[in-house]
T-cell receptor, first 113, second 112 residues
Framework: GNSVTQMEGPVTLSEEAFLTINCTYT??????LFWYVQYPGEGLQLLLK?????DKGSNKGFEATYRKETTSFHLEKGSVQVSDSAVYFC????????????FGKGTLLTVNP | SQTIHQWPATLVQPVGSPLSLECTVE??????LYWYRQAAGRGLQLLFY??????ISSEVPQNLSASRPQDRQFILSSKKLLLSDSGFYLC???????????FGPGTRLTVT
């Protein structure tokens, strides 16, 4: 079956630190990959996406590269801010599956000033 | 532009009581609609999805049900709530041809 594995949190960083949240996947086929962010008490927002191998998604200083050879989509940011504190979800989606998303369990990030 | 609404925002219900959560989408036609549940400390679990009026697919057997009486309306229901039904319920939509899913603000349900 299809699955997404994220590094377990929580992750606590100081402001301006470098962030990496690991994500690997298992899929029957070639999925599209996503990172969603959930701020406290809110729904999910799409952060970035990549639809094919070697694509790099980027938004708000965050980046992730679709690595087919390692089945990974790690999220990175060079300098985090307090406002980046949130839960981050990695997800995959396969065509022909009515676009259902399979999510990882989420990683809580806390950035301290 | 498209918007998605969910209500109520929070709900506290006793065990055994009925449930009705509503989700509506504006600004698009014939969207795919989804209900997810996020239990405390866990990831998101897809409960139901719908590709059209009256068409509902269930992902997880449970005491919940879903209905789509109108093109842009998606309802999550239960006849008798269980304690294990507590969680954060998220509705989402996507274009039939698209990839991204767009999420509503969620409903926090506490069953006491």
């Amino acid at each position: 079956g299809n699955s997404v594995t994220q590094m377990e949190g929580p992750v606590t960083l100081s402001e301006e630190a470098f962030l990496t949240i690991n994500c690997t996947y298992t899929a029957t086929g070639y999925p599209s990959l996503f990172w969603y962010v959930q701020y406290p008490g809110e729904g999910l927002q799409l952060l970035l996406k990549a639809t094919k191998a070697d694509d790099k998604g980027s938004n708000k200083g965050f980046e992730a590269t679709y690595r087919k050879e390692t089945t990974s989509f790690h999220l990175e940011k060079g300098s985090v801010q307090v406002s980046d504190s949130a839960v981050y979800f990695c997800a995959l989606q396969l065509r022909g599956s009515n676009y259902k998303l399979t999510f990882g369990k989420g990683t809580l990030l806390t950035v301290n000033p | 532009s498209q918007t998605i609404h969910q209500w109520p925002a929070t709900l506290v219900q006793p065990v055994g009581s009925p449930l009705s959560l509503e989700c509506t989408v504006e600004g698009t036609s014939n969207p795919n609609l989804y209900w997810y549940r996020q239990a405390a400390g866990r990831g998101l679990q897809l409960l139901f999805y719908s590709v059209g009026i009256g068409q509902i697919s269930s992902e997880v057997p449970q005491n919940l049900s879903a209905s789509r009486p109108q093109d842009r309306q998606f309802i999550l229901s239960s006849k008798k709530l269980l304690l294990s039904d507590s969680g954060f319920y998220l509705c989402a939509w996507s274009l039939d041809q698209g990839y991204e899913q767009y999420f509503g603000p969620g409903t926090r349900l506490t069953v006491t």
